[in-house]
Nanobody
Framework: QVQLEESGGGLVQAGGSLRLSCAAS???????IGWFRQESGKEREFVAG????????YNSDFVKGRFTISEDSDRLTIYLQMNALQPADTAVYYC????????????????WGQGTQVTVSW
């Protein structure tokens, strides 16, 4: 099964940008990747997804126009470029894998990374 590891989180001021990375092991073939986030005490929510073919992308309404999901040419690193960050974006961000098509439901995903903290201050 594919193994995932996130990186790139940190502290940024409102209006700033961060790029998160999700490093996938070589077993990523046919796996879609989803980015999720979770604030303390809240449920995990979908942020963006990338289909197994690297061409289909999905974004939640609250990040459209601000966040972009993409992958490297080797298809083993998946990025979440986050612009115009706001304090409401503060959360632990996770990447996750499932076969073929990205969905917005965390329970659809079978492999998860350990998460990376993003903190946005005023």
């Amino acid at each position: 099964q594919v193994q995932l590891e996130e990186s790139g989180g940190g502290l940024v001021q409102a209006g700033g940008s961060l790029r998160l990375s999700c490093a996938a092991s070589a077993g990523r073939t046919f796996n879609a990747i989803g980015w999720f986030r979770q604030e303390s005490g809240k449920e995990r929510e979908f942020v963006a997804g990338l289909g197994w073919d690297g061409r289909s992308t999905y974004n939640s309404d609250f990040v459209k126009g601000r966040f972009t999901i993409s992958e490297d040419s080797d298809r083993l690193t998946i990025y979440l470029q986050m612009n115009a960050l706001q304090p409401a974006d503060t959360a632990v961000y996770y990447c996750a894998a499932r076969q073929f098509r990205a969905t917005a439901k965390p329970n659809d995903y079978h492999n998860w990374g350990q998460g990376t903290q993003v903190t946005v201050s005023w």
